[in-house]
């Protein structure tokens, strides 16, 4: 993070002149005489975004002592993630692509790439081949 948005975000969280909360402990920050970082309020590793809105000043013992507890919780979503999705869904299809699919639904989610010549179709909910889809003859 470049010094200039590390500044910003400063300014948006001062109280005093120069005085800002730290947003884990809540005492305050003096810009020039603490040491500081910028924290992400909800941690990267568990789907925070990459905003301003989401960043405040902390002081850098109390930034220490959240990431241990981030880590810790990124593991167990990333864990519970993978107990959630059977073992043969995080296998890899054709061309190396993952295929995974909702647990829900048999169609594969995100990665999955139809075979060449083969389209969807809506009507009848399947994967046909593209000679064969149905289409009104213009009168």
Known sequence: MSQKCRQHIFGEHC???NIAPCCLCG???HRHNDQWTVEHLTALGLLGPDLNTNCAPAHEACRRQKDKTDVARIAKAKRQAEAGTPRHL???GH?????MATPDTKKPARGFQAPAGVKYDWRQRRYVKASRLSRPEPA
């Open 90 to 92: 995080h296998d890899t």
């Open 95 to 99: 061309e190396g692509i993952a295929i």
């Open 15 to 17: 109280t005093a002149n």
């Open 27 to 29: 005492q305050p920050i």
